[in-house]
């Protein structure tokens, strides 16, 4: 009887270490499978990486088109309002009448008779 309580324990120890190895092995190849997934998606990554920064550039270079746009209109309102305060302060001449300064620069030989 206690050969054979010594055979089940010695069988019994070798299932142990014979699964301990099956786990380590395991655990070695999920580790070389998860390091594998992520070498390929880092090159992934570095792959599309120009085609990711040239959209980005696209969009950034289409916000600040805009965004001058605005700051040129946001900078020249206030001298376009100082030139339409400007026209209403100064009235034109009535359509037949002309202003001393366009008779000045008539030459003095030229007449409007002819």
């Keep these: 009887m206690l050969s054979r309580k010594h055979r089940l324990d010695e069988l019994q120890s070798s299932r142990e270490e014979a ?4 786990e380590e092995e395991m655990r070695q ?3 070389a499978l998860v390091k594998a997934l992520l070498d390929e998606a880092a090159e992934h990554q570095v ?3 120009p085609a990711v920064a040239k959209r980005e550039i696209g969009k ?3 916000e600040a088109g805009e965004l001058i746009a605005e700051a040129l209109a946001v900078l020249t309102a206030p001298a376009r309002a100082g ?3 400007l026209g209403r302060l100064v009235e034109p001449a009535a359509p037949g009448r002309r202003l001393a ?3 000045d620069r008539r ?3 030229k007449r409007k008779d002819t």
Excluded: C, I, K, Q
């Excluded at 699964?19 to 099956?22: C, K, N, P």
């Design 19 to 22: 699964r301990g190895e099956a």
């Design 29 to 31: 190849t999920s580790a």
């Design 47 to 49: 792959e599309a990486l």
């Design 60 to 62: 950034v270079e289409a």
């Design 83 to 85: 030139l339409g305060a």
């Design 101 to 103: 300064s366009e008779t």
């Design 107 to 109: 030459a003095p030989n």
